[in-house]
């Protein structure tokens, strides 16, 4: 199945626009393992999701065992449901074929984050593989997204644009989607209405700030769809103790719930 017929698939069969992030953080994790952490929360959200999203960082920092965690967290996810690898790779064409290769057939990732700084033949590699997703770097959702992205051309068009309208050309496979932070909703309304039809991977709502609201209404396509809104701090922790997966549930119904009033606001 082509990854955007399965995210669609699974985001009607959850009625869920959510998607959380499964970035275990020794930090701020309950005394429990990696593993058995991560089984426990797809365990008790499968059913309020229309994806994941393991940022690799955190499987990286532990070194052999955190790429042991990680298969053993794919494994463990229901196979209907998308599975997005969040490493934002970039680079050279041969390269860039290795990571493809790693993040596709190695691990198994639906689809994958992709820096476009290097340019067309950084992201080839990527768009190939026509059944797997790409998400585009577009609006990241940090505050020094400015240093770049908002550079402007000599028609006055700033550089998070030229991305979104290449993203659109290089869409001859219908697998390209966008990264846009909920941090910038003007930027978000813009690219959405650049690229009416891509999926938007939209990242920085709770921790970081984004309005939850303003995601949303700027986020969806025409049909209420299409935008993933990515969460994963205020579910994952929503509880340091033994009750985490419990909590985390109620976390994302609560999320789930929340976007899908919003949704039912716009439609009228």
Known sequence: MK????????????????CIGL??????MPKVGFLDFNKAVVDAT????????PNLAFYEALGVDGAKLLQGTIEHIPGHIPIIGDGKRGDIGSTAKAYAKA??????FD???????????????FIEYKDKGIFILCRTSNPGAVDFQSLVDARGRPLYEAV????????VHGNIGLVVGATYPEELKRIRQLCPEMPLLIP???????????????GVDARGEKAIIVVSRQ???????KDFAEAARRSAQELRDRINNLIGQISR
């Not at 499968?46 to 999203?53: F, G, H, I, L, S």
């Not at 700084?117 to 590699?125: H, I, T």
């Not at 309208?165 to 869409?171: L, V, Y």
Request: glycine share 10%; net charge neutral.
């Open 204 to 218: 920085g709502i709770g921790a970081q700030g984004g309005d939850l609201a303003s995601a949303v209404k700027h």
């Open 111 to 125: 689809a994958a984050t992709v820096s476009p700084y290097l340019g067309f033949d950084s992201v080839e590699p």
């Open 3 to 18: 990854f955007g017929d399965k995210l669609l698939s699974t985001s009607r069969r959850n009625n869920s626009l959510l």
């Open 23 to 28: 970035d275990p953080d020794p930090a701020l």
């Open 103 to 108: 993040l596709f057939v190695t691990f198994g």
């Open 235 to 241: 579910i994952l922790y929503a509880s340091a103790g």
């Open 46 to 53: 499968a059913d309020m999701v229309c994806a994941y999203k």
């Open 164 to 171: 979104a309208r290449k993203a659109k050309e290089w869409n």
